[in-house]
């Protein structure tokens, strides 16, 4: 219950503007262009902007790594307490200054900022995400998050800021730097703004992985709600522009030095291996294992994450509570400064593989991740000959550490101790680490999971070739796919894969990393095999955190299960889940009307008639906005008392009537509220049509509820009208309605009511029904429906109606509509009935009047009882 009452935060937009004569209007005005040549230019310059951020985000990373752990070996030659109690102070540092900025100064900035950019783009408005603070805070928390040591990385958080470039350079104008000139204004509407920001997040992932047919997969295959073609090209294009920028300046610059190398692609690609077929065997029992544990992983996550908001929540004062969730990240990275430091000196040393020359393998073989060759880590080690695996594997960045475990041509250069050693200790950080306040993403510490894993399942296979051959390595490129390495990258992917569940995009994002296309068939495999069992056993990690910070976000299909049962929604109609008869408006309204539907309402939009000369009575004609009616009323052509006996016909540009939300919502609603409190009001009049949809969806109410949640997601719409024969609107269908849990408690009253036996029955709660009362002739339906009459200043709001329908089985079917006033006489009627002719007396007998009464055809056998309540609820 209380996360439906948090639906109610949100906002949703349509995918494409209003079509209203005043956007036609605007559109003549910026007229197409057949190159499409300033919508490639846009393109390039979002491209060009993640290029850099990608490039400032690993040159100020690597230059406070450096800062932390050149001057931790120093200490560690000397103490390993001096070293550990240096590394906890700079990482509890750096975590703080993460922590505060998220805590007290953009909290939205929090975390990877990826479920609200998969909900922005599937049509909800996220408030406070595609700003410049919101941009400024994720970039600083997310570098000192990462330096601190946490086992977090920055991949996840460039999604969000990518969304935020793509948001605001194709928009080309910036609310808080005051910027917007009249360049580029064609593109500032809906559609082109979620196009621009789906290119800035596919940019996104294509700079931090190196990956550009990566980030377009990961746009289309998880983020982007709406795809074509042309989208394809343009979101590439952009990938390619941000990857090349972001190589051309790491190869330019060290640490913020100049190398003279500008425009150096720095791609270290791995010499290939011949894959054998024997490779998908181990292909298929790491993406079996990968899809358990990334099960496990994201039920681990979300527990940790709902223990977290219970005991917050116990915390009243709110100054504590943020106390305490600065404290959390500070306890974590304590920990981890104990593992990383101390962990190692119960591993010995072990000598330098590198310096011997009788390796039939290569060495120094290395993965595209823009990483140094290959260099194990002697940390404490006092020879240098010898190094230390557990350091290798713990100090320094993820990016860093992922490398080392994927290089190939180190068959023997880690252990089984001190890989099962580390994973359950990463395994469980990485789960916590998740969710705390920092600015912070899970790809690249998830792939070092899978990696470590993946490497010791490698090691398994290179030691069962040894006993069968003697030979410590591969001497022969048929078995050359023996390569702990090598099986490390399938490791790696299967857990993301059974974490994300991302076939595509994960499979090409791990491909584009090796630089080894013969690779791409079993990591396919294995990630495929992760996702099928992961499947069966948790709902993917980003499904999980749309529903625990209660975002409306509609699936690509709508899956409603009852009596353990998936529900096939063809067999609904788009009446059963409708709310019915909205309220309505004409074109002409006065002030004191629309004042009181505004204000007593929350509805998002309000269907709009017209009067047909022929049905003699109202037909639909199209739709208007809540945001829409507020900027209207509140613009200074309405807010004028001289206009009594008038119509007005406001004059305002379509760019400032086309809002995602109101900027200064308590002005606008204080100033509606003065139309309810002088009388004038209820004579001046305001001509809305050049506002009004008249291009809105529309659907017949015997539409089937599956064809309904298709259309609705597919055109990306915010409110669906449901009319019926005549052109008449007998409902209204929003996002609310549309979600999981509205559709099976309106299907589960919708299927009491259909249950045809010689008993009366009646719901009293989800699916289960009561037996009330003997046997009867009679069945009946009973159907709740919100119902929602015209505005009328004079009928006072929240009455109740009930309307009772009688269908009898005989031959001569009978229908019977009467009002009932109270919900104790409506009982009584159930009760005492034991067919149509006892129901219709019963009726009579209480002074109900008997309005209406129509035949049936014999087919009909069903006894209907239609409640409907005029209880106020919030639409989005």
Excluded at 19 to 39: A, G, I, M, Q
Excluded at 149 to 170: D, E, N, R, W
Aim: charged share 20%.
């Amino acid at each position: 219950m209380k996360q439906r009452q948090e639906f109610d935060n949100y906002s949703s937009v349509n995918y494409m503007p209003a079509h209203s004569d005043l956007y036609l209007s605007w559109l003549k005005e910026h007229p197409l262009r057949r190159l499409d040549w300033d919508r490639w230019l846009l393109m390039s310059m979002i491209g060009i902007i993640i290029g850099l951020v990608a490039f400032l985000l690993k040159q100020t990373l690597a230059v406070l790594d450096d800062f932390k752990w050149n001057r931790a070996r120093e200490l560690a030659s000397e103490s390993i307490i001096k070293c550990w109690g240096w590394t906890a102070g700079i990482s509890i540092a750096f975590v703080l200054i993460s922590s505060i900025i998220i805590v007290f100064i953009h909290p939205p900035a929090g975390g990877s900022g990826v479920p609200e950019t998969i909900t922005f783009l599937n049509g909800i408005v996220v408030h406070k995400t595609q700003t410049l603070r919101n941009f400024i805070a994720k970039f600083a928390s997310v570098v000192f998050a990462v330096s601190s040591g946490l086992p977090c990385a920055i991949q996840g958080p460039i999604i969000s800021l990518g969304a935020i470039i793509g948001s605001g350079v194709g928009q080309f104008q910036s609310k808080s730097l005051g910027f917007r000139p009249n360049w580029f204004s064609r593109f500032r509407n809906a559609e082109d703004r979620r196009t621009f920001t789906t290119a800035g997040v596919a940019a996104g992932v294509a700079a931090a992985f190196n990956a550009p047919i990566g980030g377009l997969l990961f746009a289309m295959e998880d983020l982007s709600s709406h795809w074509n073609r042309k989208l394809s090209w343009q979101t590439f294009f952009c990938c390619c522009i941000s990857v090349s920028v972001a190589n051309s300046f790491n190869s330019a610059f060290d640490r913020f030095k100049w190398q003279g190398s500008f425009g150096l692609f720095n791609l270290w690609v791995a010499e290939p291996i011949q894959v054998n077929i024997l490779m998908l065997l181990p292909a298929i029992i790491l993406g079996l294992i990968g899809g358990v544990l990334g099960a496990i992983f994201t039920r681990l996550n979300v527990a940790i994450i709902e223990l977290r908001k219970f005991l917050f929540g116990k915390i009243k004062n709110l100054n504590l509570q943020r106390l305490a969730r600065i404290i959390e990240p500070c306890i974590i990275v304590f920990i981890m400064s104990v593992i990383v430091v101390l962990m190692p000196n119960a591993f010995q040393c072990t000598e330098d593989k590198s310096r011997e020359g009788n390796i039939t393998a290569p060495i120094l073989k290395q993965c595209n991740m823009s990483f140094n060759t290959f260099q194990p880590d002697e940390f404490s080690c006092k020879d240098n000959s010898t190094y230390n695996e557990a350091a290798t594997l713990l100090v320094g960045s993820g990016n860093r550490l992922l490398s080392r475990l994927v290089s190939r041509g180190t068959h023997r250069w880690f252990h089984y101790r001190t890989l099962l050693a580390i994973l359950p200790v990463w395994f469980f950080m990485v789960s916590w680490t998740a969710g705390t306040s920092v600015a912070g993403g899970i790809f690249v510490p998830t792939l070092i999971s899978g990696a470590i894993y993946g490497r010791a399942f490698g090691l398994a296979i290179l030691d069962i070739y040894t006993s069968r051959t003697g030979h410590q390595y591969p001497i022969d490129s048929y078995w050359e796919w023996i390569d702990p390495g090598a099986i490390a990258m399938l490791g790696a992917g299967s857990l993301l894969g059974g974490v994300t569940r991302l076939c595509l995009a994960v499979t090409m994002i791990i491909v584009e990393m090796s630089q080894d296309i013969d690779f791409v068939i079993p990591v396919m495999i294995s990630i495929w095999s992760a996702k099928v069992v992961a499947d069966q056993l948790a709902l993917p990690l980003y499904k999980f955190m749309l529903n625990i910070k209660s975002l409306p976000y509609l699936d690509a299909e709508a899956e409603v299960v009852i009596d353990n049962e998936i529900v096939n929604l063809e067999l609904y109609k788009a009446s059963h889940i409708m709310a019915s008869s909205p309220k309505t408006i004409h074109s002409v309204e006065s002030l004191s009307t629309l004042a009181r539907l505004l204000l007593g309402t929350k509805h998002g939009g309000f269907p709009v008639v017209k009067y047909d000369e022929v049905t003699k009575t109202d037909i639909c004609y199209g739709l208007i906005t809540r945001n829409e009616l507020y900027i209207v009323m509140c613009c200074d052509d309405v807010y004028n008392e001289e206009q009594i006996g008038k119509t007005v016909t406001p004059t305002i540009e379509w760019e400032k009537i086309s809002v995602d939300y109101l900027t200064d919502p308590s002005a606008m609603e204080e100033r509606v509220r003065t139309y309810t409190k002088f009388d004038q009001y209820r004579n001046i009049y305001v001509n809305l049509e050049q506002f009004i949809d008249k291009s809105c969806t529309k659907v017949d109410q015997e539409y089937s509820v599956h064809r309904v949640y298709t259309l609705f997601r597919t055109l990306g719409l915010r409110h669906l009208l449901v009319i019926d024969s005549l052109n008449r609107i007998v409902g209204i269908i929003t996002r609310k309605d549309l979600m999981n849990f509205n559709i099976h408690e309106k299907l589960c009253l919708f299927e009491n009511s259909l249950k045809i036996d010689d008993n009366l029955f009646i719901s009293s709660a989800g699916c289960s029904m009561e037996e009330k009362g003997e046997k009867d002739s009679v069945v009946y339906q009973i159907l709740p429906a919100v119902t929602i009459p015209r505005i009328d200043e004079e009928i006072e709001e929240g009455s109740r109606k009930n309307t009772i329908t009688s269908f009898d089985r005989g031959s001569e079917s009978v229908a019977a509509e009467t009002e009932v006033n109270d919900e104790e006489t409506l009982n009584e009627i159930l009760e005492s009935g034991e067919n149509s002719k006892r129901c219709e007396e019963n009726l009579r007998k209480n002074s109900l009047e008997l309005r209406n009464v129509k035949r049936i055809s014999k087919s009909d056998s069903v006894v209907k009882f239609d409640l409907s309540y005029t209880d106020e609820k919030t639409r989005l």
